[in-house]
């Protein structure tokens, strides 16, 4: 598969104006990065059509989107011109309220799927819990003929979610997200490759650029020194990326964690010192 991985630095944005104003600028580099040859798919971080934080969450009624608005219409202009599947991050007004979602328009312009976060954070420098409402459905889509998941930032702590997943054959774990340099910076890497080699998937975690956010990771599925991880830097960066299901079958094969896997690990006893009850 080939990807366009796109880190940018997000300015302020208040007013739809703003936002329309950056979309107008990140659609054309977008075209522009794709204007040889067009990939299979375009990847933007959490939240890409806005500014993160306190400020524009307050701003949300002027820039949310219900996939009928401005927002989705850029995108979807987009996706068709160059004839590609794009994955956009947004603030989407629905029927329970809003979430934070990560939308799929595919190579005709038309609505491929949505992703609501699962897990909306409230500690350190995130402050979502209180502006918007978690998802209640997954999602996996076949892109240019892989299995393709969505999580969502902190969707990532909560292993139960990678594995309910990762059984539905899922090849590409795309992970946008909004990495500010908190405490919980310092763990995300290496949850990244943990999850990555754990279910044998490729992950995709995309950030947004800047001083304090930045270091996008690409992981493959399994990770050693001849197969290292891509940490992308604070800088903005549009990465180009070739995924191969032979490095699946590889990791695979050589560590075979679905052979050896046992099912049987919640019916086993817990040792005790001393005699068992009867």
């Given at each position: 598969m080939e990807l366009l991985a796109c880190q940018p630095v997000i300015p302020p944005t208040r007013c739809r104006g703003d936002q329309l104003a950056w979309l107008g600028r990140l659609t054309r580099e977008i075209?522009?990065?794709?204007?040889?040859?067009?990939?299979?798919?375009?990847?933007?971080?959490?939240?890409?059509?806005?500014?993160?934080g306190g400020g524009a969450?307050?701003?949300?009624?002027?820039?949310?989107?219900?996939?009928?608005?401005?927002?989705?219409?850029?995108f979807a202009e987009l996706a068709?011109?160059?004839?590609?599947?794009?994955?956009y991050g947004t603030a989407r007004r629905g029927e329970r309220g809003r979430h934070i979602s990560q939308v799929l328009v595919g190579p005709d312009g038309a609505l491929a799927g949505v992703y609501d976060k699962l897990h909306c954070a409230q500690f350190g420098a995130s402050a979502e819990a209180p502006h918007f409402t978690p998802g209640e459905s997954l999602l996996v889509v076949d892109i240019a003929g892989w299995r393709v998941e969505v999580v969502i930032c902190y969707d990532l702590r909560f292993p139960a979610l990678a594995g309910r997943l990762a059984a539905e054959g899922v090849e590409l774990v795309l992970h946008p997200v909004a990495f500010t340099r908190d405490f919980s910076f310092a763990s995300w890497h290496a949850f990244v490759t943990t999850r990555a080699m754990e279910h044998q998937q490729w992950w995709l975690s995309l950030n947004r650029a800047g001083e304090a956010w930045g270091h996008s990771l690409l992981c493959p599925p399994l990770m050693d020194e001849a197969h290292p991880t891509l940490d992308f830097g604070p800088?903005?960066?549009?990465?180009?990326?070739?995924?191969s299901k032979a490095a699946l079958a590889e990791a695979?094969?050589?560590?075979?964690?679905?052979?050896?896997?046992?099912?049987?690990?919640?019916?086993?006893?817990?040792w005790r010192h001393g005699?068992?009850?009867a």
């Open positions: 075209a522009a990065r794709c204007a040889e040859t067009t990939p299979d798919l375009v990847v933007l971080p959490e939240l890409a059509s806005m500014e993160y969450f307050a701003c949300l009624g002027d820039l949310d989107d219900d996939l009928q608005g401005p927002v989705f219409e850029r068709r011109r160059l004839g590609c599947t794009i994955a800088e903005e960066r549009w990465q180009r990326l070739t995924l695979r094969e050589r560590l075979p964690l679905a052979a050896d896997r046992r099912d049987d690990l919640a019916g086993l006893p817990l005699p068992r009850d």
